[in-house]
């Protein structure tokens, strides 16, 4: 069932510019009259032509738009200089209602042209269906899509041209909720390494678990590739770190860990490098980012580190990584744990609560409740020190001075931290990251 639908009049041909009133009456008309659903909302997306008064613009659409009384609250005329920016400002509205089945009216020659805008703007969360531009013969039309013709690829030039408008235009976005800010552990030695930890301020992400400085984008959340890229962009301009030699885990909440120079496994947890100007890192909202810097051999590692991979041991892993491949000695190798849930606010079914009541009995409270509370922080670090690394060269909530901390719970800190305990499904990233300085 169609939720909403985006009549695309940005690029008419020249043959139908002067019948633009004629085709959104009758196209309206269409839409009033065949809808599944009462007054679906409409998007009419227009260019706005550089110098002209957009209110001008508006006026000239109002003969077409003022007799369709039941669209009245749920139309909407959008003007913008590009195509990139008339079809986020549309992806906006569609996300504050919650909408994600859409109906694209459009001149058959901008088909192709808008799939590519879509495929780099939207996520898998939607769906489009695409009619052409005209009177249909029956009702059917906002129902059920029309069978798609052969699919034509657009030239690469055209491709790389919507990439760099799309790109463009959200690198003019003003920030969110406030300035970009990093954390940054007084153990990990600045005159080496680049490291920090991410917070979810100074990003363009504007959906609210998400806002605003999200990192992670997948097919089951509203925030596409692109503006995570913008986002990452951005915090690598604030860190002093290059995003085209950034490389992330890909998550499988397991021990695998990555050697950056080596075959790439397909999914890991942990990722070494001695290599200098590479920035490694590791999300996490509510899982742990643990950082690894050994300054006498110059190597660092990050690793992400949830409930499964704390009893997998992926933090020794990544030690041991850097013990092989690189000829680290642990006891040099220093360990930052970065924001995550803390044992005030996790809690696990009691099966998985006895795993860890295994490795030390005060990583657990009211263990014998149906949902015991579980510190994987302590777990962690107990952990690591059986190992071989020291304890004064870890770094997590237990810290003395507490200005010290950076270990914060994710759950407890709304306004700092994304959280999918706390904020469900479409959640937010943060991430912890370091390098080797030139």
């Not at 985006?6 to 002067?18: G, R, V």
């Not at 984008?217 to 604030?238: F, H, I, T, W």
């Not at 397909?266 to 950082?291: F, M, R, W």
């Not at 302590?378 to 237990?398: K, M, P, V, W, Y």
Request: proline share 5%; aromatic share 8%; with cysteine.
């Amino acid at each position: 069932m169609v939720e909403a639908v985006l009549i695309d009049l940005f690029s008419l041909p020249a043959n139908l510019q002067n019948d633009i009133q004629g085709l959104l009456r009758n196209t309206l008309e269409t839409v009033e009259k065949c809808s599944s659903i009462p007054a679906p909302f409409v998007y009419v997306m227009c260019c706005q032509r550089q110098g002209s008064e957009r209110n001008g613009e508006q006026e000239s659409l109002l003969p077409a738009l003022r007799d369709f009384q039941s669209l009245k609250k749920r139309l909407e005329v959008v003007h913008a200089l590009t195509t990139a920016a008339a079809l986020y400002t549309i992806k906006q509205r569609l996300d504050e209602e919650d909408l994600s089945i859409i109906k694209v009216i459009l001149p058959t020659l901008r088909k192709d042209v808008m799939k590519v805008y879509i495929d780099h703007l939207f996520t898998a969360v939607y769906q489009f269906e695409f009619e052409d531009l005209q009177v249909a013969s029956d009702c059917e039309n906002l129902q059920i899509a029309e069978p798609q013709s052969e699919e034509q690829t657009l030239p690469t030039q055209d491709v790389a041209l919507i990439r760099s408008e799309i790109q463009m235009y959200l690198e003019s976005l003003p920030s969110l909720k406030g300035e970009l800010t990093i954390l940054r552990s007084s153990l990990i030695p600045d005159a080496i390494f680049l490291h920090g930890f991410t917070t979810r301020t100074g990003g363009i992400s504007y959906i609210p678990t998400l806002s605003s400085c999200n990192l992670f984008s997948s097919c089951k959340r509203r925030d596409p590739q692109v503006v995570v890229k913008e986002n990452l962009r951005r915090l690598a301009n604030a860190a002093g770190f290059n995003p085209d030699t950034f490389h992330r885990v890909k998550i499988d909440h397991a021990n695998a860990v990555c050697i950056m120079g080596k075959t790439e496994p397909d999914s890991y947890d942990g990722i070494v490098t001695n290599q200098k100007g590479v920035t490694i890192a590791a999300p996490g909202a509510d899982c742990i980012p643990v950082l690894f810097a050994d300054p006498v051999r110059k190597a660092c590692g990050a690793a992400h580190s949830g409930w499964k991979g704390t009893l997998l041991g992926v933090s020794m892993a990544t030690v041991n990584a850097m013990v092989s491949e690189y000829g680290c000695n642990v006891k040099d190798i220093l360990v930052v744990l970065g924001p995550s849930v803390g044992p005030c606010c996790y809690k696990l079914p009691h099966e998985s609560a006895k795993e860890f009541h295994r490795i030390d009995p005060k990583c657990v409270r009211l263990f014998d409740s149906a949902s015991p509370y579980i510190d994987i922080r302590r777990a962690t670090r107990i952990l690591l020190e059986r190992g071989g690394i020291l304890s004064e060269n870890i770094q997590d909530d237990s810290v003395t001075d507490q200005n010290q901390n950076i270990t914060f719970c994710t759950a407890c800190h709304p306004d700092k931290f994304y959280s999918h305990f706390r904020d469900g499904t479409n959640f937010g990233t943060q991430i912890g990251f370091i390098s080797i300085k030139d």
